[in-house]
C-alpha cells in the first residue's frame, strides 16, 4: 500500500483545514486508517482512527470535537476535517494503514500500522 498525503498548509487560528490521503497498492478498502502527528521536538502522537468499513472511528481526546476523521473506499481515501484550529495543531500529518482493527485499545499506538506516508505541513498562525 502507498499513502499519499496532500492538503496542508498556512492557516489562521480558529480557521479549518482538510488533509487527504490517496492509497494505491492491495486492497484499500480492507485496511483500517489513522491519522498521527508530529510536531519539531515532539514524538509523533496519534490523532484519528477509522475502521475499514468506517463503523468504528475515534479520536484524541485533544482533537475531539473538532477533528473528524472519513473515509471514501470508491475514491480509496482518507479524509481528516479539521475545525477550530489551534496554534498547536502544528505538525506534520501522517496517515497510515493497518492491516487489522484492534479497537481503541490498540488503533493509538504506532505500531498497530503496517504502511506509513511521507506527510503534510500544517501550520497555524495566532
Known amino acids: 500500500v502507498q499513502l499519499v498525503e496532500s492538503g496542508g498548509g498556512l492557516v489562521q487560528a480558529g480557521g479549518s483545514l482538510r488533509v487527504s490521503c490517496a492509497a494505491s497498492g492491495r486492497t484499500f478498502s480492507s485496511y483500517a486508517m489513522g491519522w498521527f502527528r508530529q510536531a519539531p521536538g515532539k514524538e509523533r502522537e496519534f490523532v484519528a482512527a477509522i475502521r475499514w468499513s468506517g463503523g468504528s472511528r475515534y479520536s484524541a481526546d485533544s482533537v475531539k470535537g473538532r477533528f473528524t476523521i472519513s473515509r471514501d473506499n470508491a475514491k480509496n481515501t482518507v479524509y481528516l476535517q479539521m475545525n477550530s484550529l489551534k496554534p498547536e495543531d502544528t505538525a506534520v500529518y501522517y496517515c497510515?494503514?493497518?492491516?487489522?482493527?484492534?479497537?481503541?485499545?490498540?488503533?493509538?499506538?504506532?505500531?498497530?500500522?503496517?504502511?506509513w506516508g511521507q506527510g503534510t505541513q500544517v501550520t497555524v498562525s495566532s
Open positions: 497510515a494503514a493497518a492491516g487489522r482493527w484492534g479497537g481503541i485499545a490498540t488503533m493509538n499506538r504506532r505500531v498497530s500500522y503496517d504502511y
